[in-house]
């Protein structure tokens, strides 16, 4: 059972939440590593992913496990994607290692927090994801 099924209301106003959020005057902070622990793991996160200007955004769920596993699930046009993965705290963020995403090759991240919405973005300053908790 994909993470979707086990949460079927977390994208009830999601994307109007996010809309709101994004529209605020807020700065958004980057969260250390501490701040990222306290406040995502253990914790469902909904939003979207980001995969460029001129391709699609999808909806996903996220979960930093608090044994340092991680679950995404990415809902397509084509359907439910999953992945599996071991994340760990980094200086500025976090790094994960997913079983199939970019065959297993590590990625680190900063997050940054905006009111309700955090953003993930990855070392080259791309954004990843924009998610709330859940």
Not at 4 to 25: D, H, M, Q
Not at 79 to 106: F, I, M, P
Request: charged share 20%; glycine share 10%.
């Amino acid at each position: 059972m994909c993470i979707f099924e086990r949460f079927p209301t977390a994208f009830a106003g999601l994307a109007i939440g996010l809309t709101l959020a994004s529209g605020g005057a807020q700065a958004a902070d980057t969260l250390t590593p501490q701040q990222l622990s306290e406040q995502l793991v253990g914790k469902v996160l909904v939003g979207r992913n980001h995969l460029g200007e001129d391709k699609p955004s999808w909806p996903v769920v996220l979960q930093f496990k608090p044994d340092g596993s991680m679950e995404l699930d990415v809902h397509t046009n084509k359907g439910n994607w999953t992945d599996a993965g071991r994340w760990h705290l980094s200086n500025t963020g976090y790094c994960v290692t997913w079983a199939k995403y970019k065959s297993g090759q590590e990625q680190c991240n900063t997050v940054q927090r905006d009111g309700e919405v955090y953003r993930t973005i990855h070392a080259d300053g791309s954004p990843s994801m924009e998610l709330r908790v859940q």
